[in-house]
């Protein structure tokens, strides 16, 4: 494989990531790109007991696997195909089943502090945060956490009050500084992803 283009998507829980690079893989040909979610990445808890996984701090970055994930996008950038490990959030821990990535001209690495780590921010040739409103990311957390992990509205505020608000301000707000563009409104920033798009579609030579 010729060059390949590593992109890092960061921003806060409920930002609009996803759909940051939802547009971002619409925009470039079919089979283009493969996406690498630090959420694949938890820690394997597989020695602890149910009480000690759900004690976990899903949002510190001693959650992570960073040794695993820095040498899977390392072989894909190598043109290696990997097997992304699969977590389930209701169990809190990793599952048997892997899913088969292959090596493509664009990674996309995903998740709340992917800017955090050194080693994998040295790989990046873009650094993309994600921006939003602390109540409008709670209200996605809100709707999403109710509808598919299970948890109930107070719940989710009191995790948000608790563990997402202040690991946010201690952890992820930081890694602001080292991106080299910032999408403020998240997701719901049309102009700031199209012009994201047109530089990454100059970034990537097509075929």
């Known amino acids: 494989m010729d060059k390949v283009t590593i992109i890092g998507i960061a921003g806060g829980t409920g930002s609009g990531k996803t759909t940051v690079v939802k547009k971002l893989v619409g925009s470039l040909p079919p089979g283009h790109v493969a996406v690498v ?36 996008v390392n072989e894909l950038r190598q043109g290696l195909p990997i097997e992304q490990p699969t977590y389930s959030y209701l169990l809190s821990n990793r599952l048997q089943e892997t899913v088969h990535v292959d090596p493509r001209p664009v990674i996309i690495i995903e998740g709340i502090m992917v800017l955090i780590n050194k080693k ?31 948890r109930t509205v107070s719940m989710v505020v009191d995790r948000y009050l608790k563990v997402l608000k202040p690991m946010h301000e201690q952890f992820i707000e930081p890694t602001k500084r ?27 030579p097509l075929e």
């Open 178 to 204: 080292f991106a080299d563009i910032i999408i403020p409104q998240g997701g719901d920033n049309i102009k700031g992803i199209d012009i994201l798009c047109k530089y990454v579609e100059r970034l990537v």
């Open 37 to 72: 979610p630090l959420d694949s990445y938890y820690n394997d808890t597989t020695g602890m007991t149910e009480e000690d996984r759900r004690a976990i701090n899903f949002d510190h970055p001693d959650a992570f696997d960073w040794k695993l994930l820095i040498k899977q």
């Open 120 to 150: 994998l921010r040295d790989m990046m040739d873009l650094k993309v945060f994600v921006d939003c409103d602390s109540d409008e990311r709670l209200i996605r957390n809100i709707q999403r956490d109710t509808i598919d992990r299970g």
